[in-house]
């Protein structure tokens, strides 16, 4: 069946005259790397084969789906998939569980509408014949139901609730918890993850695959939790990955006041590492601050995009290069959280005793182009990695506040997800554009730019009636910082308040080559008041 549905999608792209790929993709395995009116936050990333290719093998992607705007999180959990060979190609392969029926198919709730689904996890399961199980772990946290786990012969689903009770037609039986994760080991022996503001974790019931393993206990404060004194300081977010001989635990951290100048925050995602499934784990440190940890022109450390949030992701090696899955916070709340990924180096030193050491990503819109964003090539502002205001931005869970610029929701209709694929707008404005304000975007790849000819860089805006300027800069928005502005465009209040491109011609462009950032900063007369909205951006020969 599930075949059949994405023979179907092909062909449906094909009578509409849009691809697959351009339909379904942001733009080039840029971040946020999916669709900018999907929300898939809390990414576990796997490399499975794939069913329908035997031979073949896509990376799947399992989180959570904030489809309820107004809250966390969704009812239902989708998984998005591409070919290990193309990482831009990202294919929907739709609701793989919903929790809304219990053991005899009556509804879990009076409403009907089922359970909230948060930050899930899988594992595959291979038995001696060589077929393949998975077992998928919704994390529904309603009341009694803490623990479900459902099973399919496909990493695409459908999955199917395998842990009843015996008891309760609308119980399950299962000692996982708040965001669940689960691994199984070389050897066949399964060990489980969870916990909120503390670590567990223990042996799993091979058998069962939700319960622990008869004769053993979960070991408590795995690591240690932000309220206690060492530098694990868990928060949340459970993950777990096997590398090589050791076991690495990836989680979301609560930094220290103060830590690298800045307020706390549990927007990082850090790891830790063993010898062992279940400790002692040894710190290891950060893996990416969705917060895009900077500083400003006097050195300062400041936040250059979402000030404060929440984070969850994992590690996974494609074709010999590891990336680091995670999410950002899209408009003002914490409700509208994008995937996210980034190129990573993991060295392991094997044998007792040994190192995992993972590098810190950065924050970026390059996603999986890790060459750079091709100039010429038309993005959507949404995919801007830095933004600040002439202020610092000021979180207050779960909303913030913003003094400049920031990326804005979507969501095909701009109220809800049941507009279809191929109308559905692929775009995230950048708003809030005030005198002081900056948004950049890094890296672009200027190998690709044709420097030896005069180009232009056109904006797509809305002006909203406030005068101004945007100065375009190059590698720095500061000029004390090595930034060279290389063009500017002027704003009339009497614009037109509709969409349009307006085109701005560069110079100093001639002989450069690599990876450049580009940085628009905004500046007005008039305080506090958006010059326009930002939708899309591109390079171009010169007419």
Same mark, same amino acid.
């Given at each position: 069946?599930?075949?059949?549905i994405? $023979?179907?999608?092909?062909?449906?792209?094909?009578? %509409?005259?849009?691809?697959?790929?351009?339909?379904?993709?942001?733009?080039?395995?840029?971040? !946020?790397?999916l669709p900018?009116?999907?929300?898939?936050?809390?990414?576990?990333?796997?490399?499975?084969?794939?069913?329908?290719?035997?031979?073949?093998y896509?990376?799947?992607? $399992?989180?959570?789906?904030?489809?309820?705007?107004?809250?966390?999180?969704?009812?239902?959990?989708?998984?998005?998939?591409?070919?290990?060979?193309?990482?831009?190609?990202?294919?929907?392969d739709?609701?793989?569980?919903?929790?809304?029926?219990?053991?005899?198919?009556?509804?879990?709730?009076?409403?009907?509408?089922?359970?909230?689904?948060?930050?899930?996890?899988?594992?595959?399961?291979?038995?001696?014949?060589g077929?393949?199980?998975?077992?998928?772990? !919704?994390?529904? +946290?309603?009341?009694?139901?803490?623990?479900m786990?459902?099973?399919?012969?496909?990493?695409?689903g459908?999955?199917?609730v395998?842990?009843?009770?015996?008891?309760?037609?609308?119980?399950?039986?299962?000692?996982?918890?708040?965001?669940?994760?689960?691994?199984?080991?070389?050897?066949?022996?399964?060990?489980?993850?969870?916990?909120?503001e503390?670590?567990?974790?223990?042996?799993?019931?091979p058998?069962?695959?939700?319960?622990?393993?008869?004769?053993?206990?979960?070991?408590?404060?795995?690591?240690s939790?932000?309220? +206690?004194?060492?530098?694990?300081?868990?928060?949340e977010?459970?993950?777990?990955?096997k590398?090589?001989?050791?076991?690495?635990?990836?989680?979301?951290?609560?930094?220290?006041?103060?830590?690298?100048?800045?307020?706390?925050?549990?927007?990082?995602?850090?790891?830790?590492?063993?010898?062992?499934?279940?400790?002692?784990?040894?710190?290891?440190?950060?893996?990416?601050?969705?917060?895009?940890?900077?500083?400003?022109?006097?050195g300062?450390?400041?936040?250059?995009a979402?000030?404060?949030?929440?984070?969850?992701? %994992?590690?996974?090696?494609?074709?010999?290069q590891?990336?680091?899955?995670?999410?950002? +916070?899209?408009?003002?709340? #914490?409700?509208?959280r994008?995937?996210?990924?980034?190129?990573?180096?993991?060295?392991?030193?094997?044998?007792?005793?040994?190192?995992?050491?993972?590098?810190?990503?950065?924050?970026?819109?390059?996603?999986?182009?890790?060459?750079?964003?091709?100039?010429?090539?038309?993005? %959507?502002?949404?995919?801007?990695?830095?933004?600040?205001?002439?202020?610092?931005?000021?979180?207050a869970?779960?909303?913030?506040?913003?003094?400049?610029? $920031?990326? +804005?929701?979507?969501?095909?209709?701009?109220?809800?997800?049941?507009?279809? $694929?191929?109308?559905?707008?692929?775009?995230?404005?950048?708003?809030?554009?005030?005198?002081?304000?900056?948004?950049?975007?890094?890296?672009?790849?200027?190998?690709?730019?044709?420097?030896?000819k005069?180009?232009?860089?056109?904006?797509?805006?809305?002006?909203?009636?406030?005068e101004?300027?945007?100065?375009?800069?190059?590698?720095?928005?500061? %000029?004390?910082?090595?930034?060279?502005?290389?063009?500017?465009?002027?704003?009339?209040?009497?614009?037109?308040?509709?969409r349009?491109?307006?085109?701005?011609?560069?110079?100093?462009?001639?002989?450069?080559?690599?990876?450049?950032?580009?940085?628009?900063?905004?500046?007005?007369?008039?305080?506090d008041?958006?010059?326009?909205?930002?939708? #899309?951006?591109?390079?171009?020969?010169?007419?």
């Amino acid at each position: 069946m599930k075949k059949i549905i994405h $023979y179907i999608n092909r062909i449906a792209c094909t009578l %509409s005259g849009i691809s697959l790929a351009t339909q379904l993709n942001t733009a080039n395995g840029a971040n !946020p790397y999916l669709p900018l009116w999907e929300y898939i936050p809390d990414g576990e990333p796997y490399v499975f084969e794939d069913p329908d290719n035997p031979g073949k093998y896509r990376v799947y992607v $399992y989180g959570s789906h904030d489809s309820l705007i107004k809250e966390y999180c969704g009812r239902e959990q989708v998984v998005w998939s591409a070919p290990i060979d193309n990482l831009n190609e990202w294919r929907y392969d739709g609701i793989i569980f919903e929790s809304k029926t219990d053991a005899n198919g009556k509804p879990l709730n009076a409403e009907g509408i089922g359970d909230i689904l948060y930050a899930p996890d899988i594992a595959e399961v291979v038995d001696k014949e060589g077929n393949k199980t998975y077992y998928f772990y !919704p994390n529904n +946290q309603s009341e009694g139901r803490k623990g479900m786990i459902a099973k399919a012969s496909r990493p695409d689903g459908p999955f199917v609730v395998c842990n009843w009770s015996k008891e309760s037609p609308k119980l399950t039986d299962g000692d996982l918890r708040f965001d669940p994760a689960v691994l199984v080991d070389d050897d066949g022996k399964v060990y489980g993850y969870w916990g909120f503001e503390e670590s567990l974790g223990a042996e799993f019931d091979p058998v069962t695959m939700a319960t622990v393993k008869k004769g053993t206990k979960p070991v408590k404060d795995m690591i240690s939790h932000y309220k +206690q004194d060492g530098v694990f300081r868990f928060f949340e977010a459970s993950s777990i990955r096997k590398i090589k001989d050791k076991y690495v635990f990836i989680y979301s951290r609560k930094s220290d006041n103060g830590e690298w100048g800045l307020p706390t925050s549990n927007y990082t995602l850090a790891y830790a590492y063993s010898d062992n499934p279940l400790g002692p784990f040894t710190y290891g440190g950060t893996i990416i601050d969705g917060r895009g940890r900077d500083t400003d022109l006097q050195g300062n450390p400041i936040a250059t995009a979402t000030p404060n949030g929440n984070t969850h992701g %994992s590690i996974a090696e494609i074709n010999g290069q590891w990336y680091v899955f995670y999410h950002r +916070q899209n408009g003002t709340t #914490e409700y509208a959280r994008q995937a996210m990924v980034e190129p990573i180096e993991v060295k392991v030193t094997e044998g007792p005793g040994g190192k995992v050491e993972i590098s810190e990503a950065e924050y970026t819109s390059q996603g999986f182009e890790t060459s750079g964003l091709d100039p010429y090539h038309r993005y %959507s502002a949404g995919i801007a990695c830095y933004y600040t205001g002439p202020r610092k931005a000021i979180s207050a869970w779960p909303n913030f506040t913003f003094s400049g610029s $920031y990326v +804005q929701p979507t969501y095909g209709d701009e109220k809800n997800f049941e507009t279809p $694929y191929d109308l559905r707008v692929n775009s995230n404005p950048v708003v809030n554009n005030t005198d002081g304000s900056t948004v950049g975007y890094k890296y672009y790849n200027f190998d690709l730019l044709d420097t030896t000819k005069d180009n232009e860089l056109v904006l797509n805006i809305k002006p909203l009636g406030t005068e101004g300027r945007i100065d375009i800069m190059v590698d720095s928005p500061w %000029s004390e910082r090595g930034g060279r502005k290389i063009g500017s465009l002027t704003l009339s209040p009497n614009a037109k308040q509709e969409r349009t491109d307006m085109a701005v011609k560069l110079s100093g462009l001639k002989g450069m080559k690599g990876k450049h950032a580009i940085y628009l900063l905004f500046t007005s007369p008039i305080k506090d008041k958006s010059m326009c909205e930002l939708h #899309e951006l591109t390079f171009r020969k010169a007419k």
